[in-house]
């Protein structure tokens, strides 16, 4: 207890440190960086002039901030859109592509690691196809389907298959040797064994993969959705930047991180959760 109350202090002093650090470098005159011309034309006459920092203070983002809180979920066009909007699309996306590839890559997991020879078959292939990157695939996505949240939930879906894959097979592989000859010797069907048996073993190590899935499909979505358009969050800060909203930039780049922790603890809390049942 004492040892979290540090670490929560810890976390506040360098937290306040940040907020002062960038407070000091947007004051006039302080060398922040400097407005352009059609920049210092929103800012005023300061900003042209050059006594105001392009960047916005704290209290700019804050205020920004609050005025996405007040009403996150307004639609006003296909180019306005509230913060809450666009993150629900972008979330929607993530668990689309998240669970297909999940539909897929388990059970196939499932067979490489209960199958030698389906692992030195299949290996040549994942070899092949993992180190690609998912952007990779947009165009060839966008020509076929014919449909850009279509085609982002097809990146997502094959950015997500391959930890869970690969994490499925070894966590099938390394069961205990004693576990599997005691369902052996007691005659358990292979469909009963993968249910009572091997699933609950390997879970730890599954629910890893999709941790470390779900992690890489919330960074992808940002970037495609930015290639794209249209709606989620990655455009909205695309089209903040066309805006020259530096402000709405960063409270949609602090709604990407807050989102994604949460996505990234639901997960870990599963992964406990499934460790201490074992």
Excluded at 33 to 41: M, N, R
Excluded at 132 to 153: C, E, Q
Excluded at 239 to 252: D, V
Aim: glycine residues 8%.
């Amino acid at each position: 207890m004492r040892e979290r109350l540090i670490a929560a202090l810890l976390s506040v002093l360098l937290f306040s440190l940040f907020i002062g650090a960038w407070h000091l470098s947007t004051l006039p005159g302080a060398g922040g960086p400097a407005a352009t011309s059609e920049y210092a034309k929103l800012l005023g006459a300061d900003a042209a002039a050059g006594k105001k920092s392009a960047f916005p203070t704290p209290a700019d983002v804050g205020r920004k901030a609050w005025q996405h809180l007040r009403d996150p979920f307004y639609d006003k066009g296909p180019n306005d859109k509230g913060i809450g909007v666009q993150l629900a699309w972008s979330i929607a996306r993530v668990l689309a592509g998240f669970l297909l590839a999940a539909l897929a890559a388990v059970p196939l997991g499932f067979l490489i690691g209960m199958s030698p020879l389906v692992y030195r078959a299949l290996d040549p292939f994942i070899q092949v196809l993992k180190p690609i990157s998912p952007l990779a695939w947009m165009p060839l996505a966008l020509f076929t389907l014919k449909d850009s949240g279509v085609s982002s939930v097809f990146v997502i879906f094959i950015c997500s298959i391959w930890p869970m894959l690969i994490n499925t097979a070894f966590g099938v592989a390394a069961v205990r040797r004693d576990w599997l000859n005691v369902a052996k010797t007691l005659e358990v069907g292979p469909v009963r064994k993968a249910f009572a048996v091997i699933l609950p073993a390997a879970a730890p190590t599954i629910l890893t993969g999709m941790r470390i899935s779900v992690g890489i499909a919330w960074l992808v979505i940002v970037a495609a959705e930015m290639l794209v358009g249209g709606t989620g969050i990655g455009y909205f800060v695309w089209n903040e930047w066309n805006n020259l909203s530096i402000a709405n930039i960063l409270c949609g780049i602090l709604a990407i991180g807050l989102v994604g922790m949460v996505l990234d603890q639901t997960l870990a809390a599963l992964t406990r959760a499934v460790s201490y049942v074992e």
